[in-house]
């Protein structure tokens, strides 16, 4: 029971994180005979002759092994208060903590970090109230809200590995396409449970650094309600069918972690994810876009905007996708007339 609740938790947490895919071909030249196409955080469009395999391991793919990932200072020309900003990924392997000097100057230089959201800070009404959004309290159960083939699918897959009981038909629906995607994800060897804002938060805490959150739990949980049940069906069925062929689905995971690295954040950008959707999907996805990532980057950048005003210096290390494409949190610093450099390119 432990188990399962702590799979729950993280699994919703984690979920306005879940990324989608974004089908660019790329190049492999491992020899595992896996053509690959680069996507979002645990979701990508693979294929690979080596289907029978239970697990695979990422390292056995990663290119990149001296991470060099995308940096921005803001500078608010008038005052010359500056921060910085840090985008990662949410999840980890062994070469994704060494960070370059220009990355770990910008920590040294700053006054404290900034994360996404500090659940250290939440309150017990708001842990509650957290929770209580992760079940269905209308009478009604997952069944209601997904498709029999897909419920019946992805039961037997919860059930098969584990992560299901009684109490699972009271957890919505994006609770179901979270479990089933950390389900996959766990068959990846060798990815490292801590994460890099994670890495830098325990940093700050022995140097004495305060840590705030950007945001607070409403909006996790306004996010982690974003999808409709269509498109929650959709990526609960299309995960399950990605990860049947785990060699592919590591292979891709490398592939994101290798983009990161060398500060490719285009790729990832959000808003072409789940790019295998049906057209009739496309207005419940922009309007997944528009609460998950959109007005996020709007209230993201206000709440930074507040920082410079103040004079903070900080360093914020907050999900990479945030800065991809044309809609990022640099983006919109640099029309509001920020100055917005990135430091990795100088």
């Known amino acids: 029971m432990g188990r399962f609740f702590a799979a729950v938790t993280a699994a919703l947490i984690a979920f306005s994180a879940v990324s989608c895919s974004h089908q660019i071909n790329v190049d492999d030249d491992n020899d595992n005979n896996v053509q690959t196409t680069v996507t979002g955080e645990g979701e990508k469009e693979t294929t690979s002759d080596n289907t029978n395999k239970d697990s695979d391991d990422i390292n056995s793919y990663i290119k990149v092994k001296e991470a060099k990932p995308a940096v921005w200072k803001v500078t608010d020309t008038k005052t010359g208060s500056e921060l910085y900003m840090l985008g990662i990924l949410r999840f980890a392997t062994e070469y994704t903590f060494a960070m370059p000097d220009y990355v ?23 842990w509650d109230e957290f929770y209580n959004q992760m079940f ?56 490292v449970m801590e994460t890099l804002d994670a890495s830098f938060t325990g940093k700050a805490k022995i140097d004495g650094k305060p840590i705030l959150g950007l945001e607070d739990m409403s909006t996790q949980t306004k996010s982690m309600n974003a999808c409709s049940d269509e498109l929650t069906d959709f990526m609960i069925s299309d995960t399950m069918r990605r990860g049947e062929d785990i060699s592919a689905f590591t292979a891709n995971l490398a592939d994101q972690h290798d983009s990161w690295a060398k500060g490719d954040v285009d ?23 528009k609460v998950n990532l959109y007005e996020r980057n709007e209230n993201m950048a206000e709440k930074i905007e507040g920082f410079l005003e103040n004079g903070d210096n900080y360093f914020i290390v907050i999900g990479v996708t945030h800065f991809s494409g044309k809609n990022g949190i640099d983006d919109i610093l640099e029309e509001k007339g920020y100055k917005v450099e990135r430091i990795d390119r100088q």
């Open 104 to 126: 770990n100057e910008l920590y040294d230089k700053s006054s404290g970090i900034v994360i996404e959201t500090d659940g250290a800070d939440m309150t017990k009404e708001q």
């Open 267 to 289: 790729v990832l950008d959000e808003e072409y994810y789940w790019g295998d959707r049906s057209s009739e999907l496309d207005d419940d996805y922009a309007a997944y876009l």
């Open 136 to 191: 269905y309290n209308d009478g009604t159960t997952v069944k209601d809200h997904i498709s029999k083939e897909t419920y019946e699918k992805a039961k037997k897959f919860l059930q098969d590995n584990f992560y299901y009981n009684e109490m699972s038909e009271n957890i919505i629906a994006n609770g179901w396409a979270s479990q089933v995607n950390a389900i996959i994800i766990n068959r990846v060897k060798n990815l």
